[in-house]
């Protein structure tokens, strides 16, 4: 089952962690760790409630809850334009090849 398979991959990941940051001790590290570890959680919970008919049995409600995933949707790490060189959403290029400037 995928969701076993999902939780599995989480205990190797904490475990690796566990080592790595025992032997580096930068705040780097850790916070990176800590970012994938909780990445991991959110996308195992939406896997295993995107199957459920019924959606989240309980849907955050809390103001943090929202603006965490806010975070997650809307991150400043992602490309400007995630769809490559040539696309221009202002423009109704569906279906072409796009343009260059």
């Known amino acids: 089952m995928a969701a076993t398979d999902l939780t599995g991959i989480g ?7 566990a080592a790595a940051a025992a032997a ?5 590290y850790q ?3 800590a970012q994938v570890a909780e990445f991991h959680l959110r996308f195992t919970q939406a896997l295993t409630t995107a199957g459920s008919p019924m959606g989240p049995p309980n849907p955050p409600t809390s103001r943090r809850c929202r603006s965490s ?6 991150s400043t790490d992602l490309p400007k334009r995630p769809w490559g060189p040539g696309f221009d959403p202002s ?8 343009h260059r400037r």
């Open 91 to 98: 423009r109704q290029n569906a279906g072409t090849a796009g």
């Open 69 to 74: 995933s806010t975070r997650l949707a809307t």
């Open 24 to 28: 580096i001790k930068k705040v780097g």
């Open 11 to 17: 205990s190797v990941l904490a475990a690796a962690n």
């Open 31 to 33: 916070f990176l760790s």
